[in-house]
C-alpha cells in the first residue's frame, strides 16, 4: 500500500509570511494527524481529524495556524504569518479507526520548515 | 496529562553489541500503549515495537525488546546485535486508549543512537 504522502519536503520562507503544507493519507485511513517537531524535541500534536470534522486541537496556535480535511481525506496545514519559533518539522500522520483497540499510526516523511 | 521522559539524550554502541534505550512516563491510566520509533535521516517515524499495557508478556520483534515494568511506568528498549543501519533517533511514545478520540501519540524527547563500526 502506498504510505502517507507529504509536500513539500522542504519549504525556506521569511518571517510574517505565510505558508501551506499537504498531506494525503493512506486511503481508508479515517484519523489524521498533524504533529511538530522542532529541533532536538520530539513530535507535538497541532491537531487531530476523525474524517474531516476535528477531534484534537488543543496545542494548535489558533491565531495563526490552520488546518482543514475537506472530504475526510487530504490535509492541509497553513500557518500564516510565520515566525521564526516555526522553524521545525512538520509531521503527518494516519491511522484506521477501529473500535476498541488502537490501530498504529502511519507517518509521512515531513515538510521542513525554515523561517528566516 | 500524560508525559513521557527520556533521559538518554546520546547513546552509542559497538556495532554487534547490545544496548538499552531507557523511558519512562507519567500516567493515571491502567490501559494504554506504549511505542518506541525509530527516526532516520529521512525523518519518517518508523515503528519498532509496540507493547499493550495490559499485557505482562514484554514485546520482541527480531533484534529489538522491551523490558516493561508497569508498576515503576518503566518502559525500555533492548537493540542486540547492533548494525550500522540501527543508527538513528529512538523516540519512546504513549498512547491513551480513551474512547473520545484522544488516541494521540505522547512522545519523547528522543535518544540519538550511534553505532560505532
Known amino acids: 500500500e502506498a504510505g502517507v504522502a507529504q509536500s513539500p519536503r522542504y519549504k525556506i520562507i521569511e518571517k510574517r509570511q505565510s505558508v501551506a503544507f499537504w498531506c494525503n493519507p493512506i486511503s481508508g485511513h479515517a484519523t489524521l494527524y498533524w504533529y511538530q517537531q522542532i529541533l532536538g524535541q520530539g513530535p507535538k500534536l497541532l491537531i487531530q481529524f476523525q474524517n474531516n470534522g476535528v477531534v484534537d486541537d488543543s496545542q494548535l496556535p489558533k491565531d495563526r495556524f490552520s488546518a482543514e480535511r475537506l472530504k475526510g481525506v487530504d490535509s492541509t496545514l497553513k500557518i500564516q504569518p510565520a515566525k521564526l519559533e516555526d522553524s521545525a518539522v512538520y509531521l503527518c500522520?494516519?491511522?484506521?479507526?477501529?473500535?476498541?483497540?488502537?490501530?498504529?499510526?502511519?507517518f509521512g516523511n515531513g515538510t521542513r520548515l525554515t523561517v528566516t | 496529562a500524560q508525559t513521557v521522559t527520556q533521559s538518554q539524550p546520546e547513546m552509542s554502541v559497538q556495532e554487534a553489541e547490545t544496548v538499552t534505550l531507557s523511558c519512562t512516563y507519567d500516567t493515571s491510566e491502567s490501559d494504554y500503549y506504549l511505542f518506541w520509533y525509530k527516526q532516520p535521516p529521512s525523518r519518517q517515524m518508523i515503528l519498532v515495537i509496540r507493547?499493550?499495557?495490559?499485557?505482562?508478556q514484554n514485546a520482541t520483534e527480531n533484534r529489538f525488546s522491551v523490558n516493561f515494568q508497569k508498576a515503576a511506568k518503566s518502559f525500555s528498549l533492548k537493540i542486540s546485535d547492533s548494525q550500522l543501519g540501527d543508527a538513528a533517533m529512538y523516540f519512546c511514545a504513549y498512547r491513551s486508549l480513551k474512547p473520545q478520540g484522544a488516541q494521540k501519540l505522547v512522545f519523547g524527547q528522543g535518544t540519538r543512537l550511534t553505532i560505532n563500526p
Open positions: 500522520a494516519s491511522s484506521l479507526r477501529r473500535q476498541g483497540r488502537a490501530s498504529p499510526l502511519h
Open positions: 507493547q499493550e499495557a495490559y499485557k505482562q
